[in-house]
T-cell receptor, first 113, second 114 residues
């Protein structure tokens, strides 16, 4: 079956702009989580959505937001981009809220210049 | 405050030998632990997990050991193969509440030399 699909794979934006990243989970998976990976901080949890509701949120400023649609696809948005937002953004899907393994997409590499 | 720590940024072993990757955590509320492997330009791939009610879980060449009193877990790979060369992340979570917030360590880069 198809894996987690993230689009676009690469993105270059200018400081101050906004960006929207997309994640299509594995068919049948209703939980989608987003993570930011940077060399200095490693993988950090952004937020998790389940059945269109945000279930949990990490320690990121309000410029980072997300949503989930009825088909479980999710988007995350970052407004007023800063240079420090340059990172690999990873999406993970899980069948439900239980302790099942998370499947990650290949990520979107965002570069802010 | 880093709740999950992987103190060795890198590890190099010979093919066929054992690789031992270590991970320490500080939050006693964590009760479920996972290991992920990551190749460059790819997302992390789930390897193996362990619940806090166990002290060992095995899957083929991979074994995870959990020492709750020491808040320490380790991943053993036996025998190590060149294809195991990757960055390994330890992750932890609390199983209550239903939400799955994984807290990751910063990773250990494993190099298996032929």
């Amino acid at each position: 079956k198809a894996g987690v699909t993230q689009t676009p794979r690469y993105l270059i934006k200018t400081r101050g702009q906004q960006v929207t990243l997309s994640c299509s989970p594995i068919s049948g998976h209703r939980s989608v989580s987003w993570y930011q990976q940077t060399p200095g901080q490693g993988l950090q949890f952004l937020f998790e959505y389940f059945s269109e509701t945000q279930r949990n949120k990490g320690n990121f400023p309000g410029r980072f937001s997300g949503r989930q649609f009825s088909n479980s696809r999710s988007e995350m948005n970052v407004s007023t981009l800063e240079l420090g937002d340059s990172a690999l953004y990873l999406c993970a899907s899980r069948r439900d809220r239980g302790l099942t393994e998370a499947f990650f997409g290949q990520g979107t590499r965002l570069t802010v210049v | 405050d880093q709740q999950v720590k992987q103190n060795s940024p890198s590890l190099s072993v010979q093919e066929g030998r054992i690789s031992i990757l270590n991970c320490d955590y500080t939050n006693s509320m964590f009760d479920y632990f996972l290991w992920y492997k990551k190749y460059p330009a790819e997302g992390p791939t789930f390897l193996i997990s362990i619940s806090s009610i166990k002290d060992k879980n095995e899957d083929g060449r991979f074994t995870v050991f959990l020492n709750k009193s020491a808040k320490h877990l380790s991943l053993h790979i036996v025998p190590s193969q060149p294809g195991d060369s990757a960055v390994y992340f330890c992750a932890a979570t609390k199983s209550t509440g239903g939400s799955e917030k994984l807290v990751f360590g910063k990773g250990t880069k494993l190099t298996v030399n032929p």
